[in-house]
């Protein structure tokens, strides 16, 4: 890598940011296509000091992640409409206007795409029926992604409460745990931590349910193998898994700050390289 003058800086901020694997990802897709850049972990305490300094520090994009993504919304000169419908963005864009050097702040959300993007390799869309679970930040974008898509999805979450809350703001379907025997659909997501090190025994379904179920998409990348995901492949489901949304909602930033086409191989094999690096730790 030749960092020089003319070096495009993006990153990601959040806390803590140590572990995120999107550094990887980003600067082998800087280096496949032969871009002068560099994309850099921040941890970051203060979203309002860090927004100042990356935009004096003349960042063209930075990726925003926990617990950034929604009071980020006080910094913003633009705000994506999908990315404040969701309440959250995870992409910020840095313009500099030529004429006084002021420079503005664009705010996107790509992880609703992530997950579109990752179910359309493998499935249609329009018509199908979803069954997501959880409620939280990362359920919300992927039940926002699908029912933009034509899927009609149901949610269901260990608080029931939260998974109507998420229901009623979308204008989609509710299940409880109690009704899981009974639901059949092309598509399973899990967007929980369950599965995820340590509880790695752990999954969100009975394995006797996955059968009621085409494509299973887990969000969970350690292990990359969930239980869930194995269990879904026992039973003969397509699996989808956690790697596969970080690198559509990485591809559509990687878009957004460059203008190109981002290319997802590289990526992908960035991704489970530094995978297999950290089990070898
Ligand atoms: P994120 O923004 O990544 O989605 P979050 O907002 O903390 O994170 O949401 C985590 C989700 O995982 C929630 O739906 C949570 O369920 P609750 O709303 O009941 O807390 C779910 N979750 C976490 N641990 C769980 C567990 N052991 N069993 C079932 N659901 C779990």
């Known amino acids: 890598m030749n960092i020089n003058g003319k070096t495009a800086l993006y990153g990601i901020i959040g806390n803590p940011v140590g572990h995120s694997l999107s550094p990887v990802m980003h600067n082998a897709a800087l280096k496949a296509l032969s871009i002068n850049g560099v994309y850099v972990p921040m941890n970051v305490e203060s979203v309002a000091n860090a927004v100042t300094g990356l935009k004096e520090l003349g960042f063209n994009g930075?990726?925003?992640?926990?617990p950034h993504k929604e009071t980020i919304f006080d910094?913003?000169?633009?705000?994506?409409?999908?990315?404040?419908?969701?309440?959250?963005?995870?992409?910020?864009?840095f313009q500099k206007n030529a004429e006084d050097n002021l420079v503005t702040t664009h705010g996107f959300n790509t992880d609703w795409l992530g997950a579109r993007m990752a179910l359309a390799d493998h499935v249609t869309l329009k018509n199908a029926r979803a069954l997501v679970f959880g409620a939280g930040g990362a359920a919300k974008a992927v039940a926002y992604?699908?029912?933009e898509a034509g899927v009609k999805v149901q949610v269901v979450n260990r608080t029931e409460d939260k998974a109507r809350e998420l229901a009623?703001?979308?204008g989609c379907g509710f299940a409880s745990y109690s009704d899981l025997a009974s639901i059949q659909a092309e598509i399973l997501v899990n967007t929980t931590s369950v599965g995820m090190v340590p509880n790695i025994d752990e999954t969100v379904i009975p394995p006797e349910l996955l059968g009621n179920f085409e494509v299973v998409m887990d969000i969970v990348y350690a292990p990359l193998q969930t239980r869930l995901l194995r269990e879904a492949s026992q039973k003969g489901c397509i699996v989808i898994d956690g790697?596969?949304?970080l690198l559509y909602q990485g591809a559509a930033q990687f878009e957004i700050w460059t203008?190109?086409?981002?290319p997802l191989n590289v990526m992908r094999e960035a991704l489970e390289h530094e995978l297999l690096l950290r089990e070898n730790i």
């Open 75 to 93: 910094f913003l000169d633009w705000i994506d409409p999908v990315a404040e419908r969701i309440g959250a963005v995870n992409t910020l864009l």
């Open 168 to 170: 009623s703001w979308l």
């Open 145 to 147: 992604g699908l029912h």
């Open 243 to 245: 790697l596969a949304m």
């Open 62 to 66: 930075v990726s925003i992640t926990i």
């Open 259 to 262: 203008g190109q086409r981002p």
